[in-house]
């Protein structure tokens, strides 16, 4: 994949304890032009999530031995980033739609093939920009009319 311009102003933050992937995926998401932070604990997760307001979380279920969904929870239900789009991954066997109780957006079970990640975060994020426009659109009709 290559970088463009859409690209260039949408924020990922990763959030796992095993450095080595969380390197790779930095790289490899950098490399497309996407904003990367990225913590390999739940403290360190918080902490960023309130100074990065990311329009992407990919999040392990296991983080050092605390529960990321309680985190995912939390992104969607309270706080400045209700509008995150979140991936939960991991190694576990888990069933997808358990995995969306906590308010997930998708799941990707580990081990993956980056290109498989790239779409589901390009997915998530062409859904969202669809939304905006939309939304966009009839506040613009809304004006037209009122202006009428």
Excluded at 34 to 50: K, N, Q
């Amino acid at each position: 994949m290559r970088t463009t311009e859409k690209h260039k102003s949408k924020r990922i933050l990763l959030v796992d304890d095993d450095i080595d992937l969380l390197m790779l995926l930095e790289r490899k998401l950098q490399k497309t032009g996407y904003i990367i932070e990225s913590a390999a604990s739940m403290a360190e997760a918080e902490y960023v999530l309130s100074l990065f307001k990311p329009h992407v979380v990919l999040l392990d279920i296991n983080v050092a031995g605390d529960d990321g969904r309680k985190l995912s929870w939390k992104i969607k239900n309270t706080g400045d980033n209700r509008d995150a789009k979140v991936i939960l991954m991991s190694g576990y066997n888990y069933t997808i739609n358990k995995q969306l109780l906590f308010g997930a957006d998708d799941f990707c079970a580990k081990p993956f093939q980056s290109e498989y990640l790239m779409q589901k975060i390009e997915s998530l994020l062409s859904d969202a920009s669809s939304v905006e426009d939309s939304l966009v659109q009839r506040v613009e009709e809304g004006v037209r009319k009122l202006s009428a």
